[in-house]
């Protein structure tokens, strides 16, 4: 018989790559990964993880089991879903991953919403960026994420995940006041390609929006600036310190003294923001509420639903 314990374990070294980053993600140590992957092996009769110099990989056996594991993990948390609602569901505790922004838009609103439809609901947030939100939904660390779609992400069909569409939003260019571009009322992006570069750390979602923009611009851009926070990004403008595209939501309420802001000539790039949650738990009677009040949070003046 599968535990399906185990089964929780093989997924997180599939999205974790390393033995290591698995065991940190699920709050137990290298060695009792590798003891629960020895035990899964010897339950199936198959190898299922190699080992290498560049992290663990599934073996095609492993490859298969994991197709199973993501049905029966999806399975599991509906049946958590039946038995809370069986017992009313009515109060409890959900965790939301999500980022600065999207705290600000939809999260914090959701939580003043759901404090009158749903008081026995508390919510718990997480500040995390788009990439790492989804993570800490598949290694149960948080019961929801707020994420942005990029290069890499879990797709709408992900047998992992169940995803909805919350809002999508511009970006705009930030320059210097005395950018040779300043007087214009929109700016292309190639006719940014000589200048630096403000953009965020690698892995930021929001660093994937400016390269893909860029390079169907047809440049890559010279990023001689990183800071995954947006009043940082613009202060740094402001100090003719490089150019840079911001998500609009993102200059609410920051201080645009010494920059020009310029909504990008032709196809502007595209923040597109979704809730995620385990496949088989959108229906659990305390989750449901959270995702309904962060859809009916999610059109806010300057976005539109993520849909359209």
Not at 35 to 60: K, N, S
Not at 83 to 88: D, V
Not at 108 to 130: F, M, Y
Not at 246 to 273: I, K, N, Q, Y
């Amino acid at each position: 018989m599968i535990e399906a314990r185990r089964l929780h374990i093989l997924r997180a070294v599939a999205d974790h790559r390393t033995v290591t980053a698995a065991a940190a993600a699920l709050y137990l140590t290298p060695s009792a990964v590798s003891q629960q992957l020895a035990a899964l092996e010897q339950e199936t009769g198959h190898r299922l993880v190699e080992r290498g110099a560049r992290g663990a990989r599934l073996t095609p056996a492993g490859e298969i089991l994991l197709s199973h594991a993501n049905a029966v993990l999806a399975q599991l948390e509906r049946a958590e879903a039946e038995l809370a609602a069986y017992g009313s569901g009515d109060a409890g505790t959900v965790t939301v991953a999500a980022f600065a922004t999207g705290i600000g838009l939809v999260v914090a609103p959701a939580i003043g919403a759901l404090a009158r439809s749903a008081p026995g609901i508390r919510v718990r947030v997480q500040d995390a960026e788009g990439d790492e939100s989804l993570l800490m939904v598949l290694d149960r660390q948080v019961d929801v994420a707020v994420a942005v779609e990029y290069r890499g992400a879990p797709g709408a069909d992900d047998a992992r995940l169940t995803r909805v569409p919350l809002y999508a939003e511009p970006f705009d260019a930030v320059l210097p006041l005395d950018h040779a571009l300043a007087a214009r009322e929109r700016t292309a992006l190639a006719d940014l390609a000589k200048d630096p570069w403000i953009g965020q750390s690698t892995g930021n979602p929001c660093l994937d929006v400016t390269v893909l923009a860029c390079e169907y611009a047809g440049f890559a851009p010279r990023f001689e600036h990183a800071s995954d926070d947006f009043r940082a990004v613009v202060a740094l403008a402001a100090a003719g310190a490089g150019v840079a595209l911001v998500p609009r939501s993102a200059l609410r309420g920051t201080d645009l003294t010494g920059v020009v802001v310029h909504p990008v000539d032709g196809v502007a790039p595209t923040r597109r923001v979704f809730a995620a949650v385990r496949r088989g738990a959108a229906d659990h009677p305390l989750i449901r509420p959270v995702l309904e009040a962060l859809r009916e949070a999610a059109t806010p003046s300057g976005t539109e639903p993520a849909g359209r």
